[in-house]
């Protein structure tokens, strides 16, 4: 689905805090080559070492959603990508296994500047080209969960995460590891798009609309 870009202000208003229901909200960029394989890149440190990410992060204040996407192309791949180049590929509200509120905004593109590259060592250890319809055993439940999403063509979710991921987000050692990335080849790596009666290790996924 295009983005539809419509005239901003300069400078914007911090929105100030209130009532309702203020998530933390992460902005990600599927950044498509002519294959079809879109960049993902894996983590070089504690939370989910060794797994792979999604590009991309959390909305900063007086931030575009279509702004954040662009901006984490370029902090992580070092590619530009204009906003007018961007299409909105879906939004998924989701639960840690620890009950947080999440939302993630999608877009995706399959035109940039530059060479798409690791620009923050420090974070990750590489990017990784991925089929997005089947994606390595060792993503991360988000990463899965937007993939999955995305081959699908829906345009919202909602899913809870499987409890097998607090193993990796604690640290813990090879096996819980294993366990962990086993849980989600089964909650989101099986063929097909999942539907609202799957139910693998405490996820649940919901999708409603469809491109």
Known sequence: MQATHRPRTAAALIEQAGPGYRPLTKVVLLALRSDGRVALVRRARHPDQGQLALVGGPLEPAEWLDEAACRGASQTLGIGVSVQDLELSGLLHYRSERGAGRLCAVFATQRWSGEPRNTEPREYSEVVWADPGG?????????????????????????????????????????????????????????????????????????????
């Open 135 to 211: 994606p390595p055993a060792d993503c991360r439940s988000l990463t899965y969960a937007v993939l999955n999403q995305y081959v699908a063509g829906t345009l919202y979710g909602a899913i809870a995460m499987p409890a097998a991921e607090t193993a990796l987000a604690d640290g813990a050692g090879a096996p819980a590891a294993e366990s962990a990335a086993e849980a989600r080849r089964l909650a989101w790596g099986k063929a097909g798009p999942l539907t609202a009666s799957d139910e693998t290790s405490g996820a649940r996924l919901d999708m409603r609309g469809t491109k």
